[in-house]
């Protein structure tokens, strides 16, 4: 369904090009012509069609190959919703710039909020999945549970859709949390796993105009990338219309990303256009491949690193708000935190101070939140998913980034749930 939506979309796209510009060879143009009452729409410049079976994993955070983007080419992504008070407001902020995006549907929050889920179909946008609860241990569940939260996550989605083929097989791993027997099982599946190029840290509690230097200045790094952003934050929210109004004006252009069918062949490619940037390049998650591919099996004490690690192109010692404690909902147990040890352990003494504080503003995030965990400082991109108890939609836990405000943002991965509810972990040490 997707596709024939995207066919739509582009066909009637063709036809306002030729219509108005005489000619139908400058597509990469089509902002204005694209976007009536809109013109000076950021717009979306292509649409570029991938085989997950010829490219399995994607972003240069953490894999060899990425999308084979242009300079200046972006791909917007979205994980973690559809939470509506901020989702909604994101797809209007894509819509009057006529930007098609790619979400990372959680498979509880599409139970929760179906309707969220199709309106981002309809608005022509692309709909991948990120496991049905966000368990933020994929790096060290058995290969059962992790194909239950790959399987659950695509069922919930595609009910919320009423339409498998509304799905493209794209997968983002929860908290970029990879392992080996994860991504063969989706490559398995024909489902393509997708990591990331660079984030901008809206799951920390930043104000959205460092949200938006963080993008920026990423991008600006890179040259061009898959860009990770988060629909259910309300910074987020805020720094978009910037953000997007930035990349028009520094001649940045947006493609969007829908997944081969037998009717929409994968765009022609080179093998090299896949490949990582040359090394010359600053920016920070661009050494990410010389962590040695995360050997997670078999021990809980091992690497993993984390966009959160990476701050204005430096490593930083930082223990990321870390998301740990059973997460109980009505007796449905929720998945336990990653500890997202890394590779260098740190003092435990910072661990003493990371006791878990009952919160009574549930969706409060601290404001400088460096939680650590087992001597080890965690930090995972966005350990957000926590539920409220007692918060409820048809018998499972209601998500926490469910009443996501300005003034009490949303859950974030610093937010413990216990029997009781949701704690903060407030703490850090910096
Ligand atoms: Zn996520």
Partial sequence: ?????????????????????????????????????????????????????????????????????????????????????????VLEILASQCVKATFFIIGRMAQAYPEGVRKVRDAGHTVGTHSQDHPLSMNRMSIERARQEIDDGIASVTAALGDKAALAPFFRIPGLLRADGVEDYLASQGIQTWSADFPADDWRHISSSRVYDLAMQRLEDKGKGILLLHDIQARTVAALPRIL???????????????????????????????????SETVAISHWPKIPNFVFAGTDALPAPSPSDWRDGQLMPSAEPFYRGRRLARGVPLPREAPWPRQTPRPLESAASALPVPAQSIFEIQEKPRPVTQGLAPSSHHAEQAVPAGRETNGLAKLISADASDS??????????TESGLQRVPLGTH
């Fill in 1 to 89: 369904m997707i596709g024939k939506v995207l066919v739509g979309v582009r066909t009637r796209r063709w036809a306002a090009l030729c219509l108005g510009l005489l000619t139908c060879t400058t597509a990469q143009t089509a902002s204005a012509a694209d976007c009536p009452g809109h013109p000076d729409a950021l717009g979306t410049s292509r649409t570029l069609v991938v085989d997950p079976r010829a490219h399995p994993r994607i972003g240069t955070m953490q894999y060899a190959e990425t999308l084979p983007l242009e300079d200046h080419e972006v791909v917007l992504t979205f994980d973690d919703g559809p939470l509506p008070r901020n989702s909604d407001q």
């Fill in 245 to 279: 109004h930035e990349l028009k004006a520094r001649g940045y252009r947006i493609v969007h990303v829908v997944p081969a069918t037998p009717d929409q062949p994968a765009t022609p490619t080179e093998p090299q256009q896949w490949q990582l940037h040359p090394p």
């Fill in 408 to 417: 009490r943002p949303t859950i974030q991965e610093s937010l413990p749930v």
